[in-house]
């Protein structure tokens, strides 16, 4: 099992978009480093949705719902990828940036590190600390 994290723009394509549509074609990554990151994700793989822009922080929870496979958007250019994710839940609250960047155990996380990328990898510990961050007071 692998965990990640995505980011989208809450206007362009937000939590609510996801919910709505029940399964997304994550498309329009145009970044080597991001592309080869939707290439490694696995099925059933954990995902991360965080809001940027506006409403930035971590809202929901996501898996990988079909494997990497040739962006339709671009079909002669055979350099990018697609993956489908479905939605699993959203968090109890937000995690923010800010909470996030406080954390001194999530300092090494590739959202603070590289934080243009769009697809990152995350490690199991960061992912459950997020999580965890995302329970409301009442449910820890």
Known sequence: MNYWLVKSEPDVYGWHHF????????????????????????????????????NIGVVGLAKVAREAYPDPTV????????????????LEKIVSLAQIKAEPLLANLSLIRQSRLSVMPVRPDEFELILKMGQSTSAM
């Not at 919910?19 to 991360?48: F, P, S, T």
């Open 75 to 90: 079909p002669d250019d055979l350099r990018w990828v697609v993956v489908e994710l479905e939605p699993v839940m959203p």
């Open 19 to 54: 919910i709505e549509q029940g399964r997304a074609v994550w498309d329009g990554v145009r970044n080597y480093q991001a592309r080869n990151n939707l290439k490694a994700m696995q099925l059933d793989d954990h995902v991360l949705f965080y809001h940027s822009v506006t």
